[in-house]
């Protein structure tokens, strides 16, 4: 029988299968952070269970962690998240990055660069994000608090199993246009629901083209189209990026061998196909309150087609046909775990060098890791960011959520290279475009948005 990838991966982690119950699956990497975890160890402790793994378990501080003044600056319950991690690790024997570690980050960011996550392999992490692991040919689900607790107790997940989809994409990306706006220009065509009851998986040559930092992009907002996972078949590629990391197998010759196999079959049928063009893409940005509402950067903000598109014109106070470049921003943010990686950082700078940031916008830089942190600064592009006007700051989750000290005050309008630009997202009242590095730093210079392939030097 031919399978597709993710078809393969599912059936080498079944543990149990029941007909009309989910399946029973085998968990390699578990994942963990500051926000979804103290409900969990806090329920195994009243139940008088243990971690089943710890070793196979990681823990990092992210998404409430300041990314300027320290831990200090955190407010209360922060304070009491990070404090309970740190207790809650110590009991259990899991190794944890917190603030300070010289491996700390975003949880999506450090597992890869760490050679953590590798082909092959089923992670698991109580943030909707984790299909970010899924460009390395892993199958990477996002779980619930409750799921969190399971997978912490049995090193197991219950999971029905979705369909599949292909999304092929061939020939070249056109100067201007990242992987970001192959993201948006996916999430555009099947809309946010769209994915829904799906793993994706990414084929086609400009998806081959892609660097390992550029896969990440695409499969961490597969989840934004509402599907369960994205994937990308490991290749040449994936093996080099991941060779020399501190995790990276032992046996190299035969871990090389195996993922040799994580290929879809030929003959393997999907459920479901999209087809893209890779030369007909533009550098897209989201005009309302979620990543599907997005259009060319050369286009207009559109008629609303409903009442969800009529109140993201209102929350947005945009007006259909106002020219997507005609819109002014307060803040600039890039990070998160989309766009914080070295190369995304070295994507902004190549636009920002050489220029400034326009006096009445706010910009700043978070990179995804104190890894990344060290290498850009090695790099000298902490000195193009500050020396333009950008702050410079440490690793985290930062300006994508309202869940630490960088949030938007209630109007403002920040162009961010995130992954969710619902209302509130950024903080109470706060507006969000969603948009690429350098797109960002374009916008950061011009004080709106603007099409960067228009700056090019």
């Known amino acids: 029988m031919t399978l597709t990838l993710a078809q393969k991966l599912w059936d080498r982690h079944l543990v149990r299968r029941v007909p009309a119950e989910p399946d029973l699956l085998y968990v390699d990497l578990h994942l963990v952070h500051e926000v979804t975890s103290p409900q969990a160890f806090e329920s195994l402790r009243l139940n008088g269970r243990r971690v089943r793994r710890p070793d196979l378990t990681l823990a990092t501080m992210d998404h409430n962690v300041p990314t300027a003044g320290g831990r200090e600056r955190a407010d209360a319950i922060s304070q009491r998240q990070m404090q309970a991690l740190e207790e809650n690790c110590a009991r259990e024997g899991i190794v944890l990055y917190g603030i300070g570690s010289p491996r700390q980050g975003i949880v999506h960011v450090i597992g890869p660069e760490l050679g953590l996550t590798q082909p092959g392999m089923l992670i698991a992490c109580g943030d909707s994000h984790t299909s970010t692991h899924g460009a390395f040919g892993a199958l ?33 990306l056109p100067i201007g246009v990242t992987a970001k706006d192959l993201a948006l220009s996916v999430i555009g065509r099947l809309g946010v629901a769209g ?62 061998s195996d993922w040799d196999e994580l290929v879809t079959d030929p003959d393997a049928s999907f459920d479901r196909e999209l087809l893209i063009d890779a030369e007909e893409l533009e550098p897209y940005v989201t005009w309302g309150t979620n990543p599907g509402q997005s259009v060319p950067v050369t286009s207009r903000v559109p008629a609303p087609r409903g009442e969800a598109d009529e109140r993201a014109l209102a929350y947005m106070a945009l007006e259909p046909g106002q020219a997507i470049q005609e819109i002014s921003v307060d803040r600039v943010f890039i990070g998160s775990c989309t766009n914080a990686r070295l190369d995304d950082l070295r994507l902004a700078a190549s636009v920002i060098r050489g220029r400034r940031v326009h006096p009445k916008v706010r910009a700043m830089v978070v990179p995804g890791s104190a890894a990344v942190k060290r290498a850009a600064e090695g790099e000298g592009l902490d000195v193009v960011f500050r020396g333009a006007g950008f702050e410079w700051r440490d690793a985290g989750c930062s300006m994508c ?41 374009a916008a950061a210079i011009a004080g709106h948005l603007v099409d960067v392939r228009e700056m090019a030097s």
């Open 140 to 172: 990477a689900f996002g779980i619930g608090t409750s799921e969190v607790e399971h997978v912490l107790a049995t090193q197991c997940m219950r999971l029905f199993r979705p369909k599949d989809m292909a999304v092929t994409v061939d020939g070249s």
């Open 401 to 441: 959520l309202g869940m630490n000290p960088d949030i938007l005050a209630p109007g403002q309008r920040c162009a961010s290279t995130s992954n969710r630009n619902f209302e509130g997202r950024q903080g109470s009242g706060g507006r969000t475009h969603l948009l690429s590095p350098p797109m960002a730093a």
């Open 195 to 256: 994915g829904q009851g799906y793993i994706v998986e990414y084929r086609g040559s400009t998806v081959r083209s892609l660097s390992m930092e550029a896969r990440m992009t695409v499969c961490n907002m597969t989840i934004e189209a509402g599907a369960r996972a994205g994937m990308v078949a490991p290749d040449e590629v994936t093996a080099s990026y991941l060779g020399g990391r501190p995790y990276a197998p032992s046996n190299w010759a035969q871990a090389r």
